[in-house]
């Protein structure tokens, strides 16, 4: 699978790939916004032949039929190591909860809601809500390990933001209380929904004044079928 990559805009397209292709084009972006291109293909590769596997061993009568019609994603050509995957996917998702709360005054017209009090708040502000302290509020280390949260866990997101966004509003709806990301990965419809998603929550960014370092970071989506 060949990623259509213009410098800062990534084109999806609907008439020239199967759903769960564009499902791990997105997820690759997700969990790896600032890799090069070249390793991000890599990457969405590894996922569809993880994918195809997963679908032979659910169907193992169509299994020769799929091995031959995606012969790409034989296991042997797409030895890439997904071992830091899980762990990115989630950091991913936290970014989208955080960004979820910066917009929301711009998105639905309301203030956030935060310790009991809506208003406008502070990136560190949510990132405390998110991450309260440990040990019944005494921990040490607690302002260090924001400052790691924030820088780790929300800035390396910053170009998927709106995507991140997207995939957390979605799995609030989709799927509340399950982990991360059980969608169906072979909907097209939802991957469209995603995108255009994502569109709405850069515009709302964008219009977000303390977001502006983010805004000018974020990769453009183009979907096209």
């Known amino acids: 699978m060949e990623q259509v990559i213009f410098q800062d805009r990534v084109v999806l397209d609907a008439s020239a790939s199967e759903p769960f292709e564009i499902f791990a084009q997105l997820q690759t972006l997700m969990c790896f916004p ?7 293909e890599r990457v969405a590769n590894a996922i569809c032949a993880d994918i195809l ?5 659910l169907e193992p009568k169509l299994a020769p039929a799929l091995r031959a019609q995606f012969p790409q994603y034989n296991r042997s ?7 830091s995957h899980g762990r990115r996917w989630g950091e991913a998702f936290n970014a989208g909860a955080y960004f ?4 929301k005054h711009v998105a639905v017209g309301e203030n956030p809601i935060l ?6 708040v502070s990136g560190r502000a949510v990132v405390k809500a998110m991450f309260p302290p440990r040990e019944r509020g005494h921990e040490i280390q ?3 390990r924001l400052h790691d949260i924030e820088k780790h866990s929300i800035r390396l997101f910053y170009p998927v933001a709106h995507l991140a ?3 957390q509003c979605a799995a609030q709806t989709v799927s509340p209380g399950a982990d991360a990301g059980e969608f169906q990965v072979h909907n097209l419809e939802f991957h469209r929904i995603i995108v255009q998603l994502a569109g709405a929550y850069a515009d709302c960014i964008r219009a977000t004044p303390e977001l502006a370092n983010v805004a000018d970071q974020l990769i453009a989506l183009e979907w096209r079928e």
């Open 34 to 40: 600032n890799e090069p291109a070249e390793r991000r």
């Open 53 to 57: 596997d997963q679908q032979c061993d």
């Open 77 to 83: 050509k797409n030895r890439v190591s997904l071992a």
């Open 100 to 103: 979820l709360v910066r917009v």
């Open 115 to 120: 310790d009991g009090v809506a208003g406008k």
């Open 142 to 144: 607690y302002e260090s």
């Open 165 to 167: 966004a997207a995939y």
